[in-house]
């Protein structure tokens, strides 16, 4: 039986955002760091989001998050916490922003390097003293709010988390925060919560109350996505969007899959997370058709399609309806890197819990029919 831990308090609804400056205070945050990313400030989610905190305006903000946070745009950060005599950190972004406060995080009170942190080492350096974190989604896609890491590329190159599981002292998700996403960011992040949902569901670990959680955020994103990308602004549909995102990102502390085996090494050559898992997940359910038993059917029933159709030609389908690229190719993904990614699949933490074991060989397919 698996530990089943789920930890963060988290703060969910519309409007909720008008809870950051209590939480600040009981948190005893006088001058937190803001992480985000200009996007989000052009967009002017970031002035909505802090819209109830007095003085935010003459806060320090740190903006320059990169598509893929870095280990020096985390030390870059940290170095801003410091110089700028903070007491907290504030998230508000997309995966990649939450991510990104984390690490910063960690950095504001611990010995660098990042890479000591990462849960490649048998024992990484321990975690035990970071500042207070409050994380606002303004995506409906990594659930970083809830998840156990941060995913950072180090300065090796490699793509990784650093575990985290007890970082966060609390989440606030506001659906209203989404309202303003372009269509095509609904449409790639809301297939990364897609995707938590379905490899978690279909990881072999025991952990039924993951599996409930899963199928229902699962089931929240089928209904839910299109709509969502086609009206930006349907409350509904972004709530439940955010609901199926948080849920994907309980449910994965039970461990993940190929998908995302393959979309890390991916990741840190620059591509983006969401659409690197909806170009991989046709053919990697594919690959494990055999090994899934009645998950397949009910995902089908999830999903709301006949009990005899093809799901993953069906989340093929979904991905083109809300313009998703069909093929790696598509995206910019050179040929010549597959076979290394193929290898570097096999170091992922998210390798050991795919359904059946995949070897390079079987990775390598993947990646070519996908390309
Ligand atoms: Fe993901």
Same mark, same amino acid.
């Given at each position: 039986?698996?530990?089943?831990?789920?930890?963060?308090?988290?703060?969910?609804?519309? =409007?909720?955002?008008?809870?950051?400056?209590?939480?600040?205070?009981?948190?005893?945050?006088?001058?937190?760091?803001?992480?985000?990313?200009?996007?989000?400030?052009?967009?002017?989610?970031?002035?909505?989001?802090?819209?109830?905190?007095?003085?935010?305006?003459?806060?320090?903000?740190? *903006?320059?998050?990169?598509?893929?946070?870095?280990?020096?745009?985390?030390?870059?950060?940290?170095?801003?916490?410091?110089?700028?005599?903070?007491?907290?950190?504030?998230?508000?972004?997309?995966?990649?922003?939450?991510?990104?406060?984390?690490?910063?995080?960690?950095?504001?009170?611990?010995?660098?390097?990042?890479?000591?942190?990462?849960?490649?080492?048998?024992?990484?350096?321990?975690?035990?003293?970071?500042?207070?974190?409050?994380?606002?989604?303004?995506?409906?896609?990594?659930?970083?709010?809830?998840?156990?890491?941060?995913?950072?590329?180090?300065?090796?190159?490699?793509?990784?988390?650093?575990?985290?599981?007890?970082?966060?002292?609390?989440?606030?998700?506001? +659906?209203?925060?989404?309202?303003?996403? +372009?269509?095509?960011?609904?449409?790639?992040?809301?297939? %990364?919560?897609?995707?938590?949902?379905?490899?978690?569901?279909?990881? +072999?670990?025991?952990?039924?109350?993951?599996?409930?959680?899963?199928?229902?955020?699962?089931?929240?994103?089928?209904?839910?996505?299109?709509?969502?990308?086609?009206?930006?602004? *349907?409350?509904?549909?972004?709530?439940?969007?955010?609901?199926?995102?948080?849920?994907?990102?309980?449910?994965?502390?039970?461990?993940?899959?190929?998908?995302?085996?393959?979309?890390? +090494?991916?990741?840190?050559?620059?591509?983006?997370?969401?659409?690197?898992?909806?170009?991989?997940?046709?053919?990697?359910?594919?690959?494990?058709?055999?090994?899934?038993? *009645?998950?397949?059917?009910?995902?089908?029933?999830?999903?709301?399609?006949?009990?005899?159709? %093809?799901?993953?030609? =069906?989340?093929?389908?979904?991905?083109?309806?809300?313009?998703?690229?069909?093929?790696?190719?598509?995206?910019?993904?050179?040929? *010549?890197?597959?076979?290394?990614?193929?290898?570097?699949?096999?170091? %992922?933490?998210?390798?050991?819990?795919?359904?059946?074991?995949?070897?390079?060989?079987?990775?390598?397919?993947?990646?070519?029919?996908?390309?």
């Amino acid at each position: 039986m698996s530990v089943l831990q789920f930890l963060t308090t988290v703060h969910f609804g519309d =409007g909720k955002r008008d809870q950051l400056p209590a939480l600040l205070a009981q948190s005893n945050v006088g001058k937190p760091l803001f992480v985000t990313d200009r996007g989000v400030i052009r967009a002017g989610v970031f002035a909505q989001a802090t819209e109830h905190v007095a003085g935010a305006d003459a806060m320090p903000v740190f *903006d320059d998050t990169p598509v893929n946070p870095t280990e020096a745009a985390a030390a870059a950060g940290a170095a801003l916490y410091k110089h700028s005599g903070c007491d907290g950190v504030v998230g508000i972004g997309g995966g990649a922003a939450l991510d990104l406060a984390k690490a910063i995080a960690v950095l504001a009170t611990h010995e660098p390097p990042l890479w000591n942190y990462c849960n490649r080492h048998a024992k990484p350096a321990p975690i035990d003293r970071a500042p207070p974190l409050i994380l606002l989604p303004t995506t409906a896609g990594t659930g970083s709010e809830v998840g156990r890491s941060a995913v950072i590329v180090f300065d090796n190159g490699i793509k990784a988390g650093v575990r985290c599981p007890d970082l966060v002292t609390a989440a606030i998700c506001d +659906p209203e925060l989404t309202h303003g996403l +372009p269509p095509s960011i609904t449409a790639s992040t809301g297939m %990364d919560a897609l995707a938590h949902c379905i490899e978690t569901y279909c990881s +072999p670990t025991v952990n039924p109350p993951a599996d409930a959680i899963s199928l229902d955020g699962m089931q929240r994103i089928f209904r839910h996505l299109e709509r969502a990308v086609a009206g930006g602004t *349907d409350p509904e549909a972004r709530w439940n969007m955010m609901m199926g995102s948080l849920e994907g990102a309980i449910s994965f502390q039970k461990g993940m899959g190929a998908v995302h085996a393959l979309s890390h +090494p991916l990741g840190a050559r620059g591509f983006h997370h969401g659409t690197l898992n909806a170009i991989l997940l046709p053919p990697v359910l594919r690959a494990n058709r055999e090994a899934l038993g *009645d998950k397949w059917a009910m995902m089908l029933r999830q999903a709301g399609w006949p009990g005899d159709a %093809d799901f993953a030609a =069906g989340i093929a389908r979904l991905n083109a309806a809300i313009g998703i690229p069909a093929r790696l190719r598509d995206i910019g993904v050179k040929q *010549d890197c597959l076979a290394e990614v193929a290898g570097q699949a096999l170091e %992922d933490n998210a390798h050991k819990t795919n359904p059946r074991l995949l070897a390079q060989a079987d990775y390598l397919a993947i990646l070519e029919s996908a390309y």
